[in-house]
């Protein structure tokens, strides 16, 4: 697994061979499967494959081309109706209940909890070398960029008032491949033990 993670990389141009439906069945699958806490599964996905679609997108991500030019797209949607459906009742105390902590604190909380099967879906995207790229900076409610494209999404995609799209993750093959360093800060940089600063 570590292998995969190291490998994975993010690819904004992809080629024009089509993933096959069983591998984003797979891919979807593995976002399903994702750790929930009290198995709320605060989340959605929408599987995009048209142009269409795609192109108002893309438009909602500020006209990043390779959300209209990947294969597909899975719309990550963060579900804060979630909370209430699952009738957590029995839980009173706020910092383990996210339906008491009021609409910011659900708000956290669930877009908190879609990182997990976004994670999921990317690396089991890797393991069948359909390459991916996570799109963050788009219209929606946390950003209040491009409102209008954004309204215009949430009745083309059936998105009720309280479901927010959160993240798109492109996927395709890559185009070209190109040889790439993963850099990241180093190891005791950013882990301690016990405390800030104490090298494990």
């Known amino acids: 697994m570590l292998d995969l993670i190291k490998s994975r990389k993010s690819v904004r141009k992809y080629s024009d061979k089509h993933i096959p439906d069983e591998d984003l069945r797979k891919i979807l699958e593995a976002g399903r499967l994702a750790p929930s806490w ?6 959605k996905f929408i599987l995009v494959k048209s142009q269409e679609n795609k192109d108002l997108l893309s438009e909602l991500s500020c006209g990043q081309a390779h ?7 899975i719309v990550c949607v963060a579900d804060t109706d979630a909370w209430e459906e699952a009738k957590i009742t029995h839980i009173s105390k706020p910092a383990l209940n996210p339906a008491l902590q009021g609409e910011n604190g659900i708000l956290i909380r669930t877009l908190e909890q879609v990182i997990y099967p976004i994670s999921y879906m990317m690396l089991e995207a890797e ?4 390459k991916s790229c996570i799109i963050g900076a788009l219209g ?6 491009l409102p209008d494209v954004y309204i215009k999404v949430k009745e083309k995609l059936g998105l009720s008032k309280n479901q927010i799209l959160s993240t798109i993750i492109t996927l395709g093959y890559e185009a070209e491949h190109t040889e790439t360093t993963k850099t990241r800060k180093d190891f005791d940089s950013v882990v301690s033990l016990e405390k800030i600063g104490n090298k494990f």
């Not at 009290?38 to 989340?43: D, F, P, T």
């Not at 393991?127 to 359909?130: A, E, I, M, P, T």
């Open 140 to 145: 929606n409610e946390i950003t209040g960029v």
């Open 38 to 43: 009290m198995n709320v599964q605060s989340w």
């Open 127 to 130: 393991s069948l070398n359909v």
């Open 67 to 73: 959300v209209k030019n990947a294969d597909a797209l």
